[in-house]
């Protein structure tokens, strides 16, 4: 018998405990695991020797704590060196070796693939049997090999509900206005994308949408505004927060110099708020931002019941592989085309 453990990581969504619960669960069900640990704030947390155990958890918390949001082990935005001879990985193995595990998952988006490619790669360099797999997670749905993410489905459906209300109280006024809501996603435009289906039709608010896929342009914007002003009073524009102009800067970075996170990414906010400085200055006409921030990843009021059900799944599904002898990997979704 092997103990599992198990850790969260990055940005936190409404569904990532179900993740979480849905190994619980399957680890429950199996005769070869021992006890469950959890990280405690990620692998940062562990490094510590932060750590709970979770073999003992209810099936009435269970049930609970798959519909809390947030990260209920904690989180970490913890960057694993490059180097293989660094003692960090010699302290975490020596860890891991003390509580006995066999099993390690962790739960997150691209930096905490990041981190588990490394570790499975350590393993293999100094032939360890401890198996290793991703359980992916992001409201960014940007994970590679899968075809979408656990966490964007419930943070797409908040968005498209609040952006519809943004746009049913914009519309109220019978003078010209423009409303810029500002959605997360540095390189990946799908959440703001998703605010398209607040439309009842193609010519409704939000009139316009800017993806950071895209090259934005302020001149562009200006045209793309004045021929959307022509048509309506009140129009909602939805940008998402990494948008950048044709040198690769991005806007935000126009209103204040962004900082940078440990993984050297840019902290992003405030594309809204010059955007509204901008149409302010040159239209001179009603306008004002509004960035949607934490309650995109956090609204468990609105959980999508398919994103629910789909991030328990690969959480139980990672259980299974990591007992099939399965390392080095992440779940991912497939879906079948059944017509």
């Not at 619960?21 to 940062?44: D, L, P, R």
């Not at 990946?188 to 895209?214: F, Q």
């Amino acid at each position: 018998m092997k103990n599992i453990l198990i850790g969260q990581s990055g940005g936190p969504t409404a569904v990532i405990n179900a993740s979480l619960v849905g190994v619980i669960s399957e680890s429950k069900k199996h005769n070869e695991i021992n006890k469950i640990y959890g990280m405690v704030n990620g692998i940062e947390g562990f490094l510590k020797g932060k750590f709970i155990d979770l073999t003992s958890i209810s099936n009435e918390e269970l049930e609970l704590l798959k519909t809390t949001p947030a990260a209920y082990l904690g989180s970490c935005r913890y960057k694993l060196p490059k180097e293989f001879e660094d003692s960090v990985y010699k302290t975490l193995f020596e860890k891991f070796n003390e509580l006995e595990i066999g099993y390690v998952l962790y739960n997150g988006g691209n930096d905490s693939m990041d981190t588990l490619d490394k570790l499975s790669h350590y393993a293999k360099l100094v032939n360890s049997d401890i198996k290793f797999i991703g359980i992916p997670k992001t409201i960014d749905n940007d994970l590679m090999g899968t075809d979408h993410t656990p966490g964007f489905g419930s943070a797409a459906k908040f968005v498209a509900n609040v952006v519809k209300e943004i746009i049913l109280d914009a519309e109220v006024y019978d003078k010209q206005s423009v409303t810029i809501v500002e959605i997360m996603g540095r390189n990946a435009g799908w959440l703001t994308a998703s605010s398209v289906v607040a439309r009842d039709s193609k010519e409704d608010n939000p009139m316009l949408i800017y993806l950071p896929e895209s090259v934005f342009s302020m001149d562009k914007f200006f045209e793309d505004l004045k021929s959307a002003l022509e048509k309506r009073k009140n129009i909602v524009v939805c940008v998402s927060e990494g948008i950048k102009d044709k040198d690769g800067k991005l806007i935000c970075e126009y209103n204040s110099e962004a900082g940078v996170d440990i993984f050297g990414h840019k902290n992003l906010a405030g594309c809204g708020k010059y955007l509204e400085n901008q149409i302010r200055e040159k239209l001179g006409i009603k306008v004002r931002s509004i960035e949607l921030n934490v309650p995109q990843r956090c609204a468990s009021s609105l959980i999508s019941k398919t994103d629910l059900e789909e991030a328990f799944c690969v959480g139980s599904e990672a259980v299974k592989a990591v007992l099939n002898g399965e390392t080095a990997k992440m779940v991912c979704m497939i879906i079948k085309n059944e017509y």
